[in-house]
């Protein structure tokens, strides 16, 4: 058994003295000192809504302070950086995702930037009119993918097609056989958020663009906590969040990736910050595109749903992506290891792929008492989350998660099994769980 947890060479052993060993060995531990730890809380939730940095709080304090100066002429501070705002944070976020910068725009959130996507790609004809998608991902996609086949006349029940999970996964070459001649866009989650499996994308890619079929990827649950490449993958277009495992605040701005080879595509939802910025003030009634992923924004840019993430973003251009992985997967490692060894039995599972290369950055938690067992855990202060019907998400940050903290947290689920005080809460949902 112990071969299966040797992530990268690393033997993971019981004991609170081995968790001091690992935090006393993370290459990455001094990040921590630069986020906003709560006192008696071990926070588990970042794969929902990542903690706030020292970073990140000061980028959003000097926009405050710019704007207490400048009023209206903030939009020319520093060569118009923040009129300018989604290519300069584009530039800082490329090299997590394997773009160039003028390929991303920082803009609108996941659902608003799906709408974009899909308005721009989805040009249904006779013989090709279906989306391919699977029956998993975050119902927020679905939701965007059914009204936009509305919009062009069609109904989700004769052009939205399923791929359907196998035992709670998705198959690729389930996928890649789902790829008739009558499918125009395949778009699926690179990771999902709730088995925190991760598909081949290239091999996904590679299978639709050899069948004429454009493909589009949703990186909210990767972006931040999996390396990506999509210079090497060649999609046609990627959508993510930027509030989970970016650390951009709740509610920042989303950003999405245009392969450079669509450039001169119109967007499918056009706004005045989408002109060519030579003629935006010109204030003309033609839109005059501009040819690249910023010609894809819409309004005036949120700054402060922007600032919090150029902050957050010079973090992960400090230490790489390639050490945030790495980390990322020896926690989730070692979280499985604990869970094995002291959890399993009290009646709990795992519900994700044990794989390094299947495995994204959260760890699935399986229980018939889900949920009570979840809000036991927040009264004792860890904070996961729970999804319906039996999942307690459990996410350890590479940034500011510590090995000690995993440790203790298990201790604590043990705690709660053995005295079982999760009976004492209601089954009733909370409105956000």
């Known amino acids: 058994m112990d071969k299966a947890y040797n992530v990268m060479d690393q033997q993971f052993k019981d004991g609170p003295a081995f968790s001091k060993f690992l935090d006393n060995n993370d290459p990455l531990g001094h990040l921590r000192q630069r986020f906003y730890i709560r006192k008696n809380t071990i926070y588990m939730c970042g794969n929902s809504l990542g903690l706030i940095s020292k970073d990140a709080e000061d980028t959003t304090l000097d926009l405050i302070q710019k704007w207490k100066n400048e009023g209206v002429q903030i939009w020319n501070v520093e060569e118009n950086k923040y009129y300018l705002y989604s290519s300069q944070i584009a530039k800082l976020m490329a090299p997590l995702v394997g773009a160039d910068d003028d390929e991303i725009a920082v803009v609108g959130s996941t659902t608003v930037n799906i709408?974009?996507?899909?308005?721009?790609?989805?040009?249904?004809?006779?013989?090709?009119?279906?989306?391919?998608?699977?029956?998993?991902?975050?119902?927020?996609?679905?939701?965007?993918?059914?009204?936009?086949?509305?919009?062009?006349?069609?109904?989700?029940?004769?052009?939205?097609?399923?791929?359907?999970?196998?035992?709670?996964?998705?198959?690729e070459n389930d996928v890649i056989a789902a790829m008739t001649d009558d499918v125009a866009i395949v778009f699926l989650p690179s990771v999902y958020y709730r088995t925190a499996q991760i598909l081949d994308m290239k091999k996904i890619t590679d299978a639709a663009k050899a069948r004429g079929i454009i493909v589009g990827w949703d990186l909210?649950?990767?972006?931040?906590?999996?390396?990506?490449?999509?210079?090497?993958?060649?999609?046609?277009?990627?959508?993510?969040?930027?509030?989970?495992?970016?650390?951009?605040?709740?509610?920042?701005?989303?950003?999405?990736?245009?392969?450079?080879?669509?450039?001169?595509?119109?967007?499918?939802?056009?706004?005045?910050?989408?002109?060519?910025?030579?003629?935006?003030?010109?204030?003309?009634?033609?839109?005059?595109?501009?040819?690249?992923?910023?010609?894809?924004?819409?309004?005036?840019?949120?700054?402060?749903?922007?600032?919090?993430l150029e902050g957050s973003l010079k973090m992960f251009i400090d230490c790489g992506m390639r050490k945030v992985r790495q980390k990322s997967l020896k926690l989730t490692g070692y979280l499985i290891y604990l869970i094995d060894n002291k959890l399993?039995?009290?009646?709990?599972?795992?519900?994700?792929?044990?794989?390094?290369?299947?495995?994204?950055?959260?760890?699935?938690?399986?229980?018939?008492?889900?949920?009570?067992?979840?809000?036991?855990?927040?009264?004792?202060?860890?904070?996961?989350?729970?999804?319906d019907p039996n999942v307690i998400r459990l996410a350890p940050v590479a940034m500011y998660?510590?090995?000690?903290?995993?440790?203790?947290?298990?201790?604590?689920?043990?705690?709660?099994?053995?005295?079982?005080?999760?009976?004492?809460f209601s089954c009733k949902r909370n409105v956000v769980v």
């Open 115 to 171: 709408h974009q996507v899909i308005g721009t790609f989805y040009k249904p004809t006779k013989d090709r009119y279906k989306i391919l998608l699977d029956d998993l991902n975050f119902p927020t996609d679905r939701y965007a993918i059914d009204s936009q086949v509305r919009l062009k006349g069609y109904t989700p029940e004769e052009s939205v097609k399923i791929v359907k999970s196998v035992n709670k996964f998705i198959n």
């Open 401 to 424: 998660t510590t090995y000690s903290e995993v440790y203790t947290m298990v201790e604590v689920l043990v705690d709660i099994m053995k005295s079982e005080s999760y009976k004492k």
């Open 344 to 387: 399993i039995q009290f009646g709990f599972s795992i519900g994700n792929l044990r794989e390094d290369s299947k495995r994204g950055g959260h760890v699935c938690l399986e229980h018939e008492e889900s949920y009570r067992i979840s809000l036991a855990l927040k009264e004792r202060g860890v904070v996961p989350d729970f999804r």
């Open 220 to 308: 909210c649950h990767a972006v931040g906590a999996i390396e990506v490449d999509l210079k090497s993958i060649d999609a046609d277009f990627a959508v993510w969040c930027t509030y989970k495992y970016l650390n951009g605040g709740p509610g920042s701005c989303g950003a999405l990736y245009i392969n450079r080879k669509h450039f001169q595509l119109l967007p499918g939802l056009a706004g005045w910050f989408g002109n060519r910025v030579e003629t935006q003030f010109l204030l003309r009634q033609k839109f005059d595109h501009r040819k690249d992923s910023n010609g894809w924004q819409i309004g005036t840019p949120h700054l402060f749903s922007m600032a919090p």
